[in-house]
Every structure is written in structure tokens, then in C-alpha cells.
């Protein structure tokens, strides 16, 4: 899988729309579905086929987490609503396929004086295959670019591979780069935020009341776990992408790391002077065209949604 998704399988050369209007819409209903199913009993089971990628792991990881520390189920369940949805579906030949959802949500911030939208990216792996969501952002309105799209109303795919030359940063580069970035800032491709240079300064801090971190960044980027992106109207692209990312907490002679009830429930090992987290995480960025005046043309990170998928205790 590229960054497009345009991959040929079985000589299907064609290229189409990725779905339809009535089967995005079914798409989003299944996965709703089996989403409160899921939360409601706290079983990782009930949406595990309707899951996949970042947002996948991210979900299997915490359901399993919270089953262990609540196997009554969700007492305080409410029921996620997703509703104003529009859907910005691909052309594109061979599989896998694909689309993003714009949706409301009843989940929006301050009491619901943030209004947000919910960005789900659905990949359907063959013809047989159900839809599953891999990607979920949550950003203002104002945030969501207008997508280029043809006659016909369907959109575009960035194009794939890292030989692009059409944007500031090759969407299949993005994951890569961004990891190497966390480590010693470079390569500079990225405009400064709270999830680059700010997260970066705070990481600078690795020691703390008697405990020591370490951090290491790797990139996720293949399978599942491709980025995916659409072309927007001013030559830019709007691209989902993937990275992984351990914290090593080292505690000094006497101390232990601390232990909360979901890392336990993810925890193999035991902590003695050494807790090591790690998380996944799926980033929604605004990559502008190559020589565009955009933050000198670097790369927007729009949003960042983490989840702890493992612990290690020694």
C-alpha cells in the first residue's frame, strides 16, 4: 500500500470510485454500531472487524485495558452519535479502497462550545473484505481544506511513492521524517506546534524527581498502517499517518516507577526500577505544494491521537 492506496491486484487496471455514497454511509452505521457495542461491554471483540491500522490498535489496546479494570463493562456508557455526515471518496484503481468521513459528533470539547469534526478514514482490503476505520482526527471546521475533485465529484489521491516531487514532503516520507524530527529536529519539514517543536522542548527534560527518560521514535508506515491522503484544491494534500513511540522511565536506587491501573492491564513484566510505555499514534497533517509559501512550506500537524498499546516492566 502507498501513500495513494493505488496498488494493481488481480490486473484491476480500472480506475473508479472507491465506494459509493450509500455504501460510505453503511460503512460509518456498521462501525458506529459495533464501536458502542464495544464500549458499552468493554470487549475488544465486538468491533475488532471494523477496526484496522492506528485507530485500530489504538482502540483493541485500550478496551482490553479498561475489560481487565472494569469486567462489569462501561457503567458511564453514552452512546457516540455521528451524525452531518459528507464523504470525500477517491478515484482510484485495484485495492485497497478507500474514503474519509466528515462527521459531527456528541462528543465535542467544553460542554460543546468547541465544535469539532470527526475525520474517519475507512480501507476496505478487497471485494470481500468489510469496511474498517484506520484513521480518526478530530479538528475544528475550519480546519478541513477543500479536497480537489473531478466533474464528477469524486477526489483525489496523493500521488504515491516517495519519488513525488509535487509536494514539500512525500506523504510516504511523512512517518520517517517525523520520528527522525522528534529525535534531533531534522529534517526541518515541520511548522512549530505543541506536537513538534513543543513536544520536542519537553522531551528535552529527562530528568525528574529522581527518575530518568528515555524516548525512542520509530516509523510505522507499511500495511495497515499506510498513510493515506487526498489532494486539496490549492495543490497541498490532507494526509493521514502513522508512528510509534516508547518512554522508557528509569527510577533511581529506592524508587520504583509508578504503575496506573490501565498500564498494569497492558503490562508484561514487573516494574522494578524500569517502566517502558508503548504507544501508537496516528497524525492528521497539511502537507503544502513544493515552493508553496505555507510556514515556508512545511508540514501542519492538524492533530495527534496517541494510545498506549503495551508496557514492559524490568
Known amino acids: 500500500m502507498t501513500a495513494s492506496g493505488c496498488v494493481t491486484v488481480h490486473g484491476e487496471l480500472e480506475v473508479v470510485p472507491g465506494a459509493t455514497k450509500s455504501e460510505a454511509a453503511q460503512a460509518l452505521e456498521d462501525f458506529t454500531a459495533a464501536y458502542n457495542k464495544a464500549d458499552e461491554a468493554y ?26 479494570n472494569n469486567p462489569g463493562g462501561n457503567k458511564a456508557h453514552r452512546p457516540l452519535e455521528l451524525t452531518d455526515a459528507s464523504y470525500t471518496i477517491p478515484k482510484k484503481a485495484g485495492w485497497p479502497r478507500w474514503f474519509v468521513a466528515d462527521t459531527d459528533s456528541n462528543r465535542d470539547q467544553d460542554g460543546g462550545k468547541l465544535d469539532t469534526r470527526w475525520l474517519l478514514v475507512f480501507v476496505r482490503a478487497g471485494a470481500d473484505a468489510p469496511w474498517k476505520a484506520a484513521y480518526l482526527a478530530v479538528v475544528p471546521p475550519s480546519q478541513v481544506p477543500k479536497f ?10 496523493v500521488p504515491g511513492g516517495d519519488a513525488d516531487t509535487t509536494l514539500a514532503t512525500a506523504p510516504a516520507e511523512l512517518s520517517t521524517a517525523y520520528t527522525d524530527y522528534l529525535k534531533d529536529g531534522t529534517p526541518d519539514v515541520f511548522a ?4 513538534t517543536t513543543g513536544w520536542r522542548d519537553t522531551r528535552k527534560n529527562t530528568r525528574r524527581a529522581g527518575f530518568s527518560f528515555q524516548y525512542v521514535d520509530q516509523p510505522l508506515d507499511t500495511g495497515t498502517f499506510a498513510p493515506l491522503g487526498l489532494t486539496t484544491e490549492d495543490g497541498g494534500a490532507l494526509v493521514f ?23 498494569r492491564a497492558l503490562l508484561t513484566g514487573e516494574v522494578r526500577t524500569t517502566l517502558t510505555k508503548e504507544r501508537v499514534s496516528s497524525q492528521l ?22 494510545g498506549l498499546i503495551a508496557a514492559k516492566g524490568s
Open 285 to 306: 497533517v497539511y502537507v503544502p505544494k513544493r515552493g508553496a509559501g505555507d510556514a515556508g512550506g512545511k508540514v501542519r500537524v492538524l492533530n495527534r491521537l496517541p
Open 43 to 68: 470487549d475488544p471483540a465486538l468491533d475488532a472487524d471494523r477496526v484496522t491500522g492506528s485507530l485500530g490498535a489504538i482502540n483493541q489496546a485500550g478496551l482490553t485495558a479498561r475489560q481487565k
Open 241 to 263: 499517518f502513522s508512528s510509534k513511540h516508547f518512554e522508557r522511565q528509569t527510577a533511581a536506587e529506592g524508587l520504583r516507577p509508578a504503575v496506573t491501573p490501565d498500564v
Open 192 to 195: 512549530p506546534g505543541a506536537t
Open 148 to 157: 480537489r475533485k473531478d466533474a464528477d465529484g469524486w477526489a483525489q489521491p
